[in-house]
Structures are given as structure tokens and as C-alpha cells.
């Protein structure tokens, strides 16, 4: 997300995105995070919107379906798009869909748990 995320929701002619609404429910959290829940979701190591990779530090937004972005990318992308990128689920079907993203980052724990056995 180098160059700080500048993009224009411009063109996308009529709006058929999410509302701001639907976009302030999903989940962002630092990428971090998200590798810690990787037992729960399945994370990419890459934005596939801007095609850079993730860094620890990047604030990522978890979609319904479970798919991570770049916060400023899905943002841009979800102003003209109601669908996920990569599985054309549909983002602004709800609250329930919201939550259960929510529910998923709630339940990862906060840190990976080191390897049980003898060291």
C-alpha cells in the first residue's frame, strides 16, 4: 500500500458500493493480528487490490467472507463494488455477515501459541 493509499472513488459512476455504514462495520485491525487468527481465517500475505505485500504494522479490513485488504484499498474498492475481490461474495449483505467476521477476529487468539512439547 505504498504511496499511502491515495485513490479516487472517481468514475465509478452510479454508486453501487457499500454505504459508509456497511464499511464502518467491518473489522480492521493491524495485519499483525490477523496472521494470529490465521488458524480461523485464511489470510494472504498480500493485498490483492494494490498487490503489495502485508506489513506487521498495516491496518487490514476483514471482509464477511473472510478475505483481508489494505483498510484504504477496500475502502476505495468498496465505494464503487459491493463484492469481495477474489470470491464476488456480496460485502453489503448485512449485518450478519459483519458480525460473523467479528465474531471470527474475536475468537483468535491474541498471540500464536508456541509449539507444545519439551524444549
Known sequence: MRGGGEHAADGCGAQVGVSAAQLQELPTLPYADAVAAARILKIDSQCTVCQERF???DAVTLLPCHHV????CIATW???NR???VCNADVGAGGENAERGRTAVAAAPATPEAPKGGA
Open 55 to 57: 506489513e506487521s504494522v
Open 83 to 85: 463484492a469481495c475481490p
Open 78 to 80: 468498496l465505494a464503487c
Open 69 to 72: 485488504y489494505h483498510a484504504p
